[in-house]
């Protein structure tokens, strides 16, 4: 079974060996005075595209968002994502990956989570340069690459993740010890979910495995997006499923079996029931 393109962080700088990996570039230097068009892939690194100016379409797992200016886009790795960018367009994009750069304060690490949780962030015109001047400093400290250079990138990257969060929604509002252990909670579920998607496609075995009762975990799910654990589930099972449809050539069949339905037409129907297509339909009607 072919799978998704994944893209790696085309990095070789020697210091990061240890330290993880790291690269930002400038949208202007990366274009070349062409446009850019992206097909269908996901990346293995989180992605932090900043545009001051620009034209074009960014499609994030299926949800489209035009792109003008002073928009900043962050991908998580697994995303799938299409990008189709003018020629004229500038900015900067920003790539790392966990081992880099994971925040073990508690409180910086929630802020960032918040952050990388939202796709799209339209800012206004002066926090947006503001941000750009953070981002223009990181450029500067990985270009020279002057002692200290990656701590000072680090600490900049933890002022341009509080600068994102106050342009989000609800910023403002403190959050309570039970907000922040439902959220981390929450949190952990959605990773597992993304992980072991195919693998494991019941509501019980998240649970157990994270030490929680059913009843406890959908209470969670529940505070946090108004879902149960199942609807998330299933939200999951049909994002993976449009992912290999749109991104690779394989067979239904075999998509049903990556996602751990051993009777295709069964899958065919559940697809359809949240859907409204069936998968060849899908793949025919979106690609």
């Known amino acids: 079974m072919k799978k998704i393109p994944i893209r790696h962080i085309a990095s070789n700088n020697k210091d990061q060996n240890n330290t993880g990996r ?34 074009g379409v960014h499609e994030i797992d299926f949800i489209k968002y035009e792109i003008r200016n002073n928009g900043i886009f962050i991908l998580r790795p697994g995303q799938v994502h299409q990008l189709q960018l003018n020629a004229s367009s500038s900015g900067y994009l920003m790539e790392f990956d966990t081992a880099f750069y994971q925040p073990k304060n508690n409180i910086t690490n929630q802020r960032w989570k918040k952050s990388i949780n939202k796709n799209f962030c339209e800012v206004e015109a002066g926090a947006f340069s503001k941000m750009s001047s953070i981002l223009k400093n990181i450029f500067d400290e990985y270009t020279l690459k002057q002692e200290g250079y990656i701590e000072a990138i680090k600490a900049n990257l933890d ?11 609800k910023a403002n509002n403190t959050s309570t010890n039970t907000d922040n252990y439902i959220q981390e909670r929450f949190e ?24 929680l009762s059913s009843y406890q975990l959908n209470a969670i799910t529940k505070t946090s997006v108004g879902k149960t654990v199942s609807d998330l589930i299933n939200e999951q099972i049909i994002l993976e499923a449009k992912r290999y449809l749109l991104a690779t050539p394989n067979q239904i069949k075999d998509i049903a079996d990556h996602l751990g339905y051993e009777d295709v037409s069964y899958f065919i129907r559940f697809f359809k029931k949240h859907t409204g297509y069936s998968p060849e339909q899908f793949r025919q009607n979106f690609k």
Do not use: C, W
Request: proline share 1%; hydrophobic share 45%; no cysteine.
């Open 22 to 55: 790291f690269t930002i570039r400038d949208i202007q230097t990366i274009l070349g005075g062409n446009e850019l068009n992206q097909a269908p892939h996901k990346h293995d690194f989180f992605f932090i595209l900043a545009v001051e100016r620009g034209k």
């Open 159 to 169: 002022l341009f993740f509080i600068a994102h969060l106050r342009q989000s929604r």
């Open 188 to 211: 952990n579920f959605m990773a597992l979910l993304e992980k072991n998607i195919g693998r494991l496609n019941s509501a019980s075995k998240y649970a157990d495995l994270l030490n």
